[in-house]
């Protein structure tokens, strides 16, 4: 006589890798969104420094403009 075996459905596995997979997602998209808003904060900071403190941190004018007018999803 044949055995019979009831094995439990593989879905079980792929919905958990793909709960974990969408979590990453989530998580790097936070952590994206966090990134970008921490380049928009610093450089408008950049942008309100005068010449005297740009040039304590070794920057021209020029240089400022040209960095804090990057788009803030450009590093």
């Known amino acids: 006589?044949?055995?019979i075996h009831w094995h439990q459905p593989r879905y079980r596995a792929s919905?958990?890798?793909?709960?974990?997979?969408?979590?990453d997602a989530g998580n790097?998209?936070?952590v994206t969104l966090r990134e970008w808003?921490?380049?928009n904060r610093e450089r408008a900071e950049l942008a309100a420094l005068d010449d005297r403190m740009l040039?304590?941190?070794?920057?021209?004018?020029?240089?400022?403009?040209?960095?804090?007018?990057?788009?803030?999803?450009?590093e």
């Open 1 to 3: 006589m044949a055995a």
């Open 55 to 74: 040039k304590d941190i070794g920057l021209t004018r020029a240089d400022a403009e040209f960095l804090s007018n990057k788009p803030f999803w450009r």
């Open 15 to 23: 919905r958990h890798s793909a709960l974990h997979a969408l979590g």
């Open 37 to 39: 808003s921490r380049r």
């Open 28 to 30: 790097h998209f936070v």
